[in-house]
């Protein structure tokens, strides 16, 4: 889970500096700090999973996918498709993070 979910993130990283021209709009902006409270989020996911409270490390899953979904929308508002592409991918790779963390 957190090879994949951290591989994922540093590839979102690469591509938010690629539309860097397109991240000055206001609703990019907010889609960047969704993708920053995500982040945040994961680090609390991997807190709570390696305390063993499954049900709140689940909970935080769904947060982050949350957090994705608010990004993705304002990156696609802003013109910034090829984040919210990236976003898509990622949404994916939680998919998984939940299934092998049995959260489904």
């Given at each position: 889970?957190?090879?994949?979910?951290?591989?994922?993130?540093?590839?979102?990283?690469?591509?938010?500096s690629?539309?860097?021209?397109?991240?000055?709009?206001?609703?990019?902006?907010?889609?960047q700090?969704?993708?920053?409270?995500?982040?945040?989020?994961?680090?609390?996911?991997?807190?709570?999973?390696?305390?063993?409270?499954?049900?709140?490390?689940?909970?935080?899953?769904?947060?982050?996918?949350?957090?994705?979904?608010?990004?993705?929308?304002?990156?696609?508002?802003?013109?910034?498709?090829?984040?919210a592409?990236?976003l898509?991918?990622?949404?994916?790779?939680?998919?998984i993070?939940?299934?092998?963390?049995?959260?489904?």
């Amino acid at each position: 889970m957190r090879h994949t979910v951290g591989s994922s993130l540093i590839a979102l990283g690469l591509t938010l500096s690629v539309a860097a021209p397109a991240l000055a709009a206001p609703a990019c902006s907010a889609g960047q700090r969704k993708v920053d409270e995500a982040n945040a989020l994961r680090f609390q996911f991997q807190q709570e999973a390696r305390l063993g409270n499954h049900d709140r490390a689940c909970d935080t899953l769904d947060e982050i996918g949350d957090r994705y979904a608010d990004a993705r929308d304002a990156f696609e508002d802003c013109g910034a498709g090829i984040v919210a592409i990236d976003l898509r991918s990622e949404s994916r790779n939680l998919r998984i993070a939940k299934k092998a963390n049995r959260c489904d």
